[in-house]
T-cell receptor, first 114, second 115 residues
Framework: DGGITQSPKYLFRKEGQNVTLSCEQN?????MYWYRQDPGQGLRLIYY???????QKGDIAEGYSVSREKKESFPLTVTSAQKNPTAFYLC?????????????FGPGTRLTVL | AQTVTQSQPEMSVQEAETVTLSCTYD???????LFWYKQPPSRQMILVIR??????QNATENRFSVNFQKAAKSFSLKISDSQLGDTAMYFC????????????FGGGTRLMVKP
């Protein structure tokens, strides 16, 4: 089945450590996105990529980094520079033809800093 | 920058009743798209309904319909015949035309459907 997978589902990190969240899609979508969701709040855009080997910062990119070496994959690294990384992280993808295209979401990763 | 506001943090409705969730947005653009996404307890985001700003006709999807008022910058979601499975967080989202399909989300409304 086509879809988006994120791993792991739950992730625990000690302060000062970098950690990488995985996002893979087999929908053949060109665009991929990373969002952060805090309890009781909406989604905020961290990074997005519309084509392989290119990506742009979203609204809250500080303390995060990404890569887009393959069309199917868009991993997110949460660095030690991110002051409050405990949150729910959602990955999404979409086509980029014209506008108004639906974003499809993965199941999310819950990151907790111990 | 665009902003999306959902003024109702929590709502509840009896099963089989109708409920309306509010959403307002601020933009200077004329062409754009509006979405309602549902996030059930599983936390999987699911598209509920989509509206194109240049279409005056309100979008409908089975029990879900919208009231799109472009001049008022309002985009409310009506759920008819509410079901227990409609219990979820509902997010209103805005997308500019020709802007990389990026979404700006509201803060969400938590809807509880009571038996």
């Amino acid at each position: 089945d086509g879809g988006i997978t994120q791993s792991p589902k739950y992730l625990f990190r000690k302060e000062g450590q970098n950690v990488t969240l995985s996002c893979e899609q087999n929908l053949n979508h060109d665009a991929m996105y990373w969002y952060r969701q805090d309890p009781g709040q909406g989604l905020r855009l961290i990074y997005y990529s519309q084509i392989v080997n290119d990506f742009q910062k979203g609204d809250i990119a500080e303390g995060y980094s990404v890569s887009r070496e393959k069309k199917e994959s868009f991993p997110l690294t949460v660095t030690s520079a991110q002051k409050n990384p405990t949150a729910f992280y959602l990955c999404a993808s979409s086509i980029v033809l014209a506008g108004g295209n639906e974003q499809f979401f993965g199941p999310g990763t819950r990151l907790t800093v111990l | 920058a665009q902003t999306v506001t959902q003024s109702q943090p929590e709502m509840s409705v009896q099963e089989a009743e109708t409920v309306t969730l509010s959403c307002t947005y601020d933009t200077s653009e004329n062409n754009y798209y509006l979405f309602w996404y549902k996030q059930p307890p599983s936390r999987q985001m699911i598209l509920v309904i989509r509206q194109e700003a240049y279409k005056q006709q309100n979008a409908t999807e089975n029990r879900f319909s919208v009231n799109f008022q472009k001049a008022a910058k309002s985009f409310s979601l009506k759920i008819s015949d509410s079901q227990l499975g409609d219990t979820a967080m509902y997010f209103c989202a805005f997308m500019m035309d020709n802007a990389g399909n990026m979404l700006t989300f509201g803060g969400g409304t938590r809807l509880m459907v009571k038996p």
